[in-house]
């Protein structure tokens, strides 16, 4: 079964980057449709980027133009590299197969206003 570990969050201005990093173990990523989710308390997880060998890449409106995900496959580690950050992408950062599995523990991103 494939597992995820999620690392790169931390705190930032708003306007500032951050790079969220998801190593894989148990799986390719070079062969899944991968995604990168946030969740804040009291709502659900939210897709804001995807990876797939099929289609590509796919962004959330809101993130679309700052977000870009992307993926090493030597490494079987999908990336997110994250700019012109605002205070409403506060959240914690998970990242998971698009057919669903186990989740890992996430990585908390705050932006400051």
């Known amino acids: 079964q494939v597992q995820f570990v999620e690392s790169g969050g931390g705190l930032v201005q708003a306007g500032g980057s951050l790079r969220l990093s998801c190593a894989a173990s148990g799986s390719t990523v070079s062969s899944n449709a991968i995604g990168w989710y946030r969740q804040t308390p009291g709502k659900q997880r939210e897709l804001v980027a995807q990876i797939s060998p099929i289609w590509g890449t796919r962004y959330a409106d809101s993130v679309k133009g700052r977000f870009t995900i992307s993926r090493d496959n030597a490494k079987n580690t999908v990336y997110l590299q994250m700019d012109k950050l605002k205070p409403e992408d506060t959240a914690v950062y998970y990242c998971?197969?698009?057919?669903?599995?186990?989740w890992g523990q996430g990585t908390q991103v705050t932006v400051s206003s």
């Open positions: 998971n197969k698009l057919s669903g599995g186990s």
